[in-house]
């Protein structure tokens, strides 16, 4: 297994700033399968713009009241960087966001 980070498995977003959050999933090679499966890792769900994250149960509600979809194209991404949290506070959208 490889650790990596990917967009929101769930397609969750801050309810700071709006843009995906990322979180740490783990990349296993399953026999068969032409992809590698990503499963994300309990606790590691984090804004790149800093923000703090409510409660789970609240991300979603969150992500009902905007009117994003359930799920959406899941993708490798970067680790949250410092510039990231300077990036959002300026207002600029995220590359892989």
């Known amino acids: 297994m490889v650790s990596v980070w990917i967009l929101s498995l769930h397609n969750l977003h801050c309810p700071e700033c709006d843009t995906r959050l990322i979180e740490r999933a783990g990349r ?19 804004c790149r713009g800093g923000h703090p994250l409510p409660s ?6 969150h992500r009902e009241q ?7 194209t899941v993708r490798e ?7 990231d949290v300077q990036l959002v506070a300026a207002g600029a959208p995220l590359a892989d966001a």
């Open 28 to 46: 296993f090679d399953v026999p068969g399968r032409p992809r590698p499966v990503l499963v994300g890792e309990v606790g590691t769900l984090c």
């Open 56 to 61: 789970r149960h609240e991300l979603y509600a």
């Open 66 to 72: 905007r009117g994003h979809a359930r799920t959406a």
């Open 77 to 83: 991404v970067a680790p949250p960087t410092s510039t």
